[in-house]
């Protein structure tokens, strides 16, 4: 964003730094508010450089005030979602977008009812997460955790998602450690290996949710055709081998469809012995949505067949369901391009 600017007014090093502290690090709210520059200088920025390439529409605030589900519009007119997690143990953790919609389509997602608008850009990535810095700055916290885990499938918009993650862990920027980012995937193998093998380090989850090809083809049938589960799995063997890490797994229950004990059994065979982690989620409701969630009952049952057989397994507390922000709810009903 500021680089084009930065080279043709010929600014020096320490002027990016000074921007670069209060943008990112102070976050501060408006141009005007980059006190360290003089007015002049402030009024070439304004003339030069959006200050943000997102419209706020509305923040959502869930009935215990720990999720925020911030609604954005692009500035041709695309609606995305983000949303902000906050922990007790004092994580902040903002879900990003990386698409205003989702190409891939799953059949329990209310993002790829919308359609597939198009990918973001890294700024508008990065916007996203500074909308939430600028909540959090004031009461002396900020955004601790960054998970790709919104709208889109990113490694689909690779390009984008690497520019992103790089300014996520540039320290003189947001300085979020690589740790303390996490990229979710359907499984797009041949981009998972180029991205891992350039060097990122992220935490990797994997939208699983079936224990075998057939039953993954019916619910998530554009992936499944497309790179089979044999191959992920052997992709998946492939990044275990070359950097000793675990891969989450994420399983979401859905009633009568993939969460009876057969189910649960095959799991454990397709995972034994791998350096695993099942990321069980309770399916969230939408009205876009036909599927129904599993009961307690069948979610603690299949907990306790996976932790039987050696699969270390966790369920994953859904934050924002009442306001559409938990995991697969993100849908915008006004997301085409309204210019």
């Excluded at 790709?148 to 499938?153: A, D, F, L, N, P």
Aim: proline share 3%; charged share 25%; aromatic share 10%.
């Amino acid at each position: 964003m500021l680089e084009q600017f930065a080279k043709q007014s010929n600014l020096p090093e320490y002027k990016i730094d000074q921007f670069n502290n209060q943008y990112y690090k102070q976050a501060i709210s408006s141009f005007d508010e980059l006190t360290t520059w003089s007015k002049d200088l402030r009024e070439l920025l304004k003339q030069q450089v959006d200050f943000s390439s997102l419209t706020h529409i509305k923040d959502h605030y869930s009935s215990d005030g720990k999720t925020i589900k911030t609604e954005f519009k692009t500035k041709d007119g695309f609606n995305i979602e983000a949303v902000l997690m906050q922990y007790k143990d004092g994580r902040n953790s903002v879900c990003v977008s990386c698409m205003s919609g989702c190409p891939v389509g799953c059949s329990f997602c209310a993002t790829g009812i919308m359609g597939f608008n198009r990918n973001l850009s890294y700024k508008e990535i990065i916007d996203q997460i500074l909308h939430f810095q600028r909540i959090l700055v004031p009461k002396n916290q900020r955004v601790t955790n960054i998970v790709y885990m919104g709208m889109g499938e990113p490694m689909l918009n690779i390009e984008n998602v690497e520019k992103s993650i790089d300014i996520v862990n540039d320290k003189d920027k947001l300085g979020i450690g690589i740790r303390h980012v996490t990229i979710s995937t359907v499984g797009y193998v041949p981009q998972l290996r180029g991205f891992f093998n350039k060097g990122y380090t992220p935490r990797l989850a994997i939208s699983l949710h079936a224990p075998n090809q057939k039953l993954r083809t019916k619910i998530m049938p554009t992936i499944s055709n497309l790179h089979p589960l044999e191959q992920l799995m052997n992709f998946s063997t492939w990044y275990e081998k070359t950097f000793n890490k675990r891969i989450t797994y994420e399983y979401i229950l859905i009633k009568e469809v993939n969460d009876q004990p057969e189910h649960a059994i095959e799991l454990s065979k397709l995972l034994f012995k791998r350096l695993a982690l099942v990321n069980i989620i309770k399916f969230n409701p939408s009205k876009e949505l036909k599927y129904k969630a599993s009961s307690n009952k069948t979610v603690e049952r299949f907990v306790k067949i996976l932790n039987n057989r050696g699969i270390k397994t966790t369920i994953r507390y859904s934050m924002g369901k009442d306001i559409g922000g938990a995991c697969g709810q993100l849908h915008s009903i006004n997301s085409g391009n309204t210019k």
